[in-house]
């Protein structure tokens, strides 16, 4: 059933199994998993495509559960991108490789024990995230999970929207998950229910308002994932609330990552 070439050193070949467009912006697609890769809900891998006989190889967060079959992930299309402007047109049956070496700080195990959880994501930085809630484990370490996701225009909160419907028919995930997810989505450059960046919900009182209390280091923890502006933003927020940056070798209060791909 696999067929796992070694393609290059240490890489493997993968069958696309899906792709889906989700806007002219962006793009998911899923591919075979390998029966011996293993990673952490939240975790990043190397893949790409072999051009001109060499790999091109860019980090892309896993969006599945670490319990799928299937591995999925989520893209931005990047005009002139080297690798997005072509795996944009990959389609089933193609071949994408894959590093299999996932390692990452979007991990709960980079974070201390607290009661709510909570991840900060913009454009594609929801990837690690579709892990992350769909993992039994988040549910058992945290009472609350809330998931922001913040986008310009409203067709671009698709994906995160679906992600959160396929939540709630999943019968045995939803029965676990029960009241702890709550999720919010926001646009910055269209009307739409909820608008505006977390970074100033958490500076004026949306952001308590809306979950019941402000950010706080004894209850909380961040994951956040998004443009190299927004981790700034947002670390500076959690650190200003007295919070220490973890890592999975020393767990702390938040952990960050970038989400950028061209
Ligand atoms: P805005 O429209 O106000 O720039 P981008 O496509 O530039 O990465 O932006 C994706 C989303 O992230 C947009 O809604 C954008 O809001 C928001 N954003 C961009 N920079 C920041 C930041 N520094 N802090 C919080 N949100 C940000």
């Not at 696309?16 to 697609?29: A, P, Y």
């Not at 991108?81 to 390692?103: A, D, Y």
Request: hydrophobic share 35%; glycine share 6%.
């Amino acid at each position: 059933m696999q067929s796992l070439n070694i393609a290059h050193n240490g890489l493997v070949e993968l069958d696309v199994l899906s792709v889906k467009h989700w806007t002219n912006k962006t793009f998911s697609f899923s591919l075979e998993r390998p029966n011996s890769l293993r990673f952490r809900s939240g975790e990043f891998v190397m893949i790409g495509l072999i051009v001109k006989n060499k790999p091109l190889l860019r980090a892309y967060s896993i969006a599945s559960a670490s319990w799928e079959s299937k591995l999925d992930f989520y893209s931005i299309k990047v005009e002139n991108g080297p690798l997005t402007s072509k795996l944009q047109n990959v389609s089933v049956g193609q071949k994408v490789v894959l590093r299999p070496k996932p390692v990452g700080t979007l991990v709960l195990d980079a974070l201390l024990p607290a009661k709510r959880l909570i991840l900060f994501s913009t454009g594609t930085g929801i990837a690690p995230f579709a892990s992350i809630i769909r993992d039994p484990e988040t549910y058992e370490k945290f009472d609350k999970v809330i998931l922001t996701h913040t986008c310009r225009k409203t067709d671009e909160l698709g994906y995160g929207k679906a992600l959160i419907q396929e939540i709630n028919s999943d019968e045995l995930l939803s029965e676990f998950i029960g009241t702890k997810l709550l999720s919010i989505s926001t646009t910055t450059r269209d009307s739409s229910n909820l608008t505006g960046r977390l970074t100033d919900w958490l500076k004026d009182g949306r952001f308590s308002d809306f979950t019941g209390s402000k950010l706080d280091p004894s209850k909380d923890r961040v994951m956040i994932c998004g443009s190299i502006e927004m981790l700034k933003d947002h670390k500076a927020i959690c650190e200003e609330s007295g919070m220490i940056e973890g890592s999975n070798s020393k767990p702390g209060h938040f952990v960050i990552e970038k989400a950028f791909v061209d």
